[in-house]
């Protein structure tokens, strides 16, 4: 399954922005009412996170190119379920050196009898 980003999917980035402006308002509001420091650095991150949404607007993130199971060197296998003292170690490291193999790809070569 595809993961998607905001781009893509353009209802939840109109939901988030119109939450922000309702809770832009709501502060703004009490800042005119009572003018303390609590209400200030509410607008404050306010509007850090609106800066966070508009900069990760031209951001997409890719996931790795998927790789099967016949890909990945025995080599490599080997020296991750050595170094390693328990199964999930092992998968993880497989994995982080192979970004595209599947979970169970790799939970299927460090326990091959399962």
Same mark, same amino acid.
């Given at each position: 399954?595809? +993961?998607?980003?905001?781009?893509?999917?353009? =209802?939840?980035?109109?939901? #988030? @922005?119109? %939450?922000?402006?309702?809770?832009? $308002?709501?502060?703004?509001? +009490?800042?005119?009412?009572?003018?303390?420091? =609590?209400?200030?650095?509410? #607008? @404050?991150? %306010?509007?850090?996170?609106?800066? $966070?949404?508009?900069?990760?607007?031209?951001?997409?993130?890719?996931?790795?190119?998927?790789?099967?199971?016949?890909?990945?060197?025995?080599?490599?296998?080997?020296?991750?379920?050595?170094?390693?003292?328990?199964?999930?170690?092992?998968?993880?490291?497989?994995?982080?050196?192979?970004?595209?193999?599947?979970?169970?790809?790799?939970?299927?070569?460090?326990?091959?009898?399962?």
């Amino acid at each position: 399954m595809k +993961d998607m980003n905001l781009r893509e999917r353009p =209802w939840s980035r109109y939901a #988030l @922005v119109a %939450l922000l402006a309702f809770l832009a $308002f709501s502060t703004i509001s +009490d800042i005119v009412s009572d003018p303390s420091g =609590w209400n200030w650095s509410k #607008l @404050v991150v %306010l509007a850090v996170a609106s800066m $966070f949404i508009w900069s990760g607007e031209s951001r997409t993130w890719t996931s790795p190119e998927r790789i099967g199971p016949e890909s990945v060197p025995s080599e490599d296998v080997e020296a991750v379920v050595s170094e390693s003292g328990r199964t999930v170690y092992a998968i993880k490291a497989l994995r982080e050196m192979h970004p595209g193999l599947g979970l169970l790809d790799a939970k299927r070569l460090v326990q091959p009898e399962n």
